[in-house]
C-alpha cells in the first residue's frame, strides 16, 4: 500500500500544477485512461448492441452473426462521423471545466473515476444480462467524482435537469413516432383486402420518407471532415429529396416488379404439396383450422383473467379510437416480406445513430484527458480528434463481438413479438428520436428509446402482448444505474483523495 501511495503521489506532483506540470506523469495519467476507457467502450458494445439490431434479430430477418457484421460497420461510421457533437456536451455541459483551471490533478483523477466507475457497473449489469443505459452511468460517475472534489458548486444542474427530461420524453417521443409509422403501415397495408398489392404500391412512399429523413439527419450540421457542416439548410433539403426521390423511383421501376415474382414464386412452390394433397385432407384441415380457432380463442381469454381483466372485456367491441391505433387483423406473411429489407436498413441507420450517441460516453472522459496532455491545462478547448472517435468505436465493437449475445435477445425477443412491419416502426422511430438527440448535442438514452418504441408498437399490434414483468425489471435497472455509478466513481475518486491529493 506504502508503494502504490508513493508511486500516485509521484504522479500528482506532475499534474498538480500548470506550470509545473511533466509530461511523463501526465502520459501515465493519459494511458491508464485510455486502458479503462477501452474497457468501458468494450462494455457499452457488449451491453447497448440491442439497441441497434436486437429487432432484427428478434423479427429473424437477420441471423446474430449478420447483426454483428452490419453494426460494427456503421456504429463505426456514425461514431467517426456524429460523434463529436455528443463527446463535447459529455465532457463540457455536466460539470463546470472553468473550476479546474488550477486543479488539473484533480479533473484528471476525476475523469479516470468517470471511466472507472461507469465501466465497472457496465460490465456487472452485462454479467446480469441487464440492458441499461450508458448515458446514465457515464453522467451518474461523474457527478459522483464532481460531488467528492468540490460538491455542488461545480455542477451545471439545469443541464443535468435537462439530460434527466430527455431521459423521460425520449422513450415517449420514440414510442409515438413508432406508433405513428406503425399505424400508416398498418392502415395502407396490412388492414386492405389485398395487403401484398397495397404494400407494392405504397413501398416507393415509404422508401421515400425512410431514406429523406436520414440523409437530412446524417448531412445537416453533419461531419466537419466531410464538410457538411458548411452546406445551408436548404442546400441539404434538396440533397436529402433528390436522394429520397431517386431510392424511391428506383424501387419503384425495379426493386417492386422484382419482389412481387419473387414472393409469388415462393407463394406458388409452398402451395403445390399442399393441392396435391388437398382434396385427401380438406376434413382434417378444417377440423385442425377449427381447433386452432378455438384454442385461440380460450387462449386470448385465459390471457385477458391473467391480466386482470374479465372475460368480457376480450368479447367487447373495441372503440373507434381503440380500432383505429389497435389492429385486430393478423398480418399478412407475404405482405410482412415487403418490410424486411425496410427494416434491415433503418437498423443500420439506426446503428449509425447509436454510435453517434453512445461512443461519446467512454470516449468523453478520455479526451477530457487527452485535452490536458496536450493543452497543459484545464480549458477543454480543443475538439474531439476522430482519432480518439475511432478508438472508442473499436472498442464497442469488440466488446459487441465477444458478449453482445448475452443482452441482444432482451430488447429483441423478451418484451413482445416483433415482426418485419413492426420491426421497420420501432426502428425507424427510435433511429429519428437519437438521430435528432445527437444533431442537439442531447445525450440521450437510446435504450430507453427502443424499448419505448418496442412496447408502443407492441400495444399496437393485433396480440396486443407485452410482457410488462420483462419492462419492470429493465426500469428497474434505469433506476439504479445512475446512483450506483456515482456510487462507484465517487469511490474511486475518494480513493485519489485519500492517497494522492
Given at each position: ?27 501515465i495519467c ?8 477501452f ?49 463535447d ?8 471545466i ?5 486543479k ?11 471511466l ?7 460490465l456487472?449489469?452485462t ?10 452511468s ?7 467524482f464532481?460531488?467528492v ?12 435537469l ?17 406508433i405513428?409509422?406503425?399505424?400508416l ?28 429523413f436520414n ?14 457542416d458548411q ?6 433539403v ?6 429520397g ?10 426493386y417492386?416488379?422484382?419482389t ?5 414464386a415462393?407463394?406458388s412452390?409452398d402451395l ?7 382434396v ?24 385477458g ?5 374479465h ?15 389497435r389492429?385486430h ?5 407475404q ?12 437498423a ?6 447509436h ?5 461519446s ?24 480528434p476522430?482519432?480518439?472517435l475511432?478508438y472508442?468505436?473499436l ?5 459487441l ?5 448475452r443482452?441482444?435477445?432482451?430488447v ?14 420501432i426502428?425507424?422511430?427510435s433511429a429519428?428520436?437519437?438521430l435528432l438527440?445527437s ?6 438514452s437510446?435504450?430507453q428509446?427502443k ?21 419492470r425489471n429493465?426500469?428497474?435497472s ?12 465517487a469511490?474511486?475518486?475518494?480513493f485519489?483523495?485519500y492517497?494522492?491529493?
Amino acid at each position: 500500500m506504502a508503494s502504490l501511495s508513493a508511486t500516485m503521489e509521484t504522479i500528482v506532483e506532475g499534474v498538480s500544477g500548470v506550470a509545473a506540470m511533466d509530461s511523463s506523469s501526465l502520459l501515465i495519467c493519459l494511458v491508464m485512461g485510455g486502458l479503462i476507457a477501452f474497457i468501458l467502450a468494450f462494455a457499452i458494445g457488449a451491453n447497448d448492441t440491442a439497441n441497434s439490431f436486437g429487432t432484427s434479430v428478434g423479427s429473424k430477418v437477420v441471423t446474430l452473426y449478420q447483426a454483428y457484421m452490419l453494426a460494427s460497420f456503421f456504429e463505426t461510421l456514425g461514431a467517426v462521423l456524429i460523434g463529436h457533437k455528443v463527446t463535447d456536451t459529455m465532457r463540457k455541459g455536466v460539470i463546470d471545466i472553468d473550476q479546474y483551471e488550477n486543479k488539473t490533478a484533480e479533473l484528471m483523477f476525476g475523469q479516470i473515476s468517470v471511466l472507472t466507475g461507469c465501466g465497472a457497473w457496465m460490465l456487472l449489469a452485462t454479467f446480469f444480462k441487464l440492458p441499461v443505459s450508458t448515458t446514465h452511468s457515464i453522467v451518474g460517475a461523474t457527478i459522483g467524482f464532481s460531488l467528492v472534489v468540490s460538491g455542488t458548486s461545480g455542477i451545471h444542474w439545469h443541464k443535468i435537469l435537462r439530460i434527466f427530461a430527455s431521459w423521460i420524453i425520449s422513450p415517449l417521443l420514440s414510442g409515438v413516432v413508432s406508433i405513428c409509422f406503425y399505424v400508416l403501415v398498418d392502415h395502407l397495408v396490412l388492414r386492405q383486402s389485398n395487403p401484398l398489392r397495397s404494400g407494392l404500391a405504397v413501398l416507393p412512399f415509404i422508401y421515400f420518407i425512410a431514406f429523406s429523413f436520414n440523409v437530412f439527419a446524417i448531412v445537416y450540421e453533419g461531419s466537419e471532415f466531410l464538410m457538411f457542416d458548411q452546406l445551408s439548410l436548404l442546400t441539404v433539403v434538396l440533397i436529402s429529396l433528390v436522394f429520397g426521390l431517386t431510392v424511391a423511383a428506383a424501387v419503384a421501376l425495379f426493386y417492386v416488379p422484382i419482389t412481387r415474382k419473387k414472393i409469388l414464386a415462393e407463394s406458388s412452390a409452398d402451395l403445390a404439396p399442399a393441392t396435391a394433397a388437398s382434396v385427401e385432407l380438406g376434413s382434417v384441415a378444417q377440423s385442425k383450422a377449427a381447433l386452432l380457432e378455438y384454442d385461440e380463442h380460450k387462449q386470448t381469454k385465459l390471457s385477458g383473467v391473467s391480466n386482470g381483466s374479465h372475460a368480457a372485456n376480450t368479447v367487447a367491441p373495441a372503440s373507434p379510437k381503440a380500432s383505429f391505433f389497435r389492429s385486430h387483423k393478423p398480418e399478412d406473411p407475404q405482405a410482412a416480406k415487403l418490410f424486411s429489407f425496410l427494416q434491415v436498413m433503418t437498423a443500420c441507420f439506426g446503428g449509425f445513430a447509436h454510435g453517434g450517441n453512445d461512443v461519446s460516453n467512454a470516449i468523453a472522459p478520455l479526451v477530457s484527458l487527452w485535452a490536458i496532455y496536450w493543452e497543459g491545462g484545464s480549458k477543454q478547448e480543443m475538439h474531439t480528434p476522430w482519432y480518439l472517435l475511432m478508438y472508442g468505436a473499436l472498442g464497442m465493437c469488440v466488446g459487441l463481438w465477444l458478449l453482445g449475445h448475452r443482452v441482444i435477445y432482451t430488447v429483441g425477443e423478451n418484451l413482445t413479438k416483433i415482426t418485419p412491419p413492426s420491426g421497420f416502426a420501432i426502428e425507424f422511430g427510435s433511429a429519428v428520436t437519437v438521430l435528432l438527440a445527437s444533431k442537439m448535442g442531447l445525450p440521450i438514452s437510446s435504450t430507453q428509446c427502443k424499448v419505448g418504441s418496442v412496447v408502443a408498437v407492441g400495444l399496437a399490434q393485433a396480440s396486443h402482448s407485452v410482457r410488462w414483468h420483462t419492462f419492470r425489471n429493465i426500469c428497474l435497472s434505469w433506476i439504479v444505474t445512475l446512483p450506483v455509478a456515482g456510487l462507484l466513481s465517487a469511490l474511486v475518486m475518494i480513493f485519489f483523495r485519500y492517497f494522492c491529493l
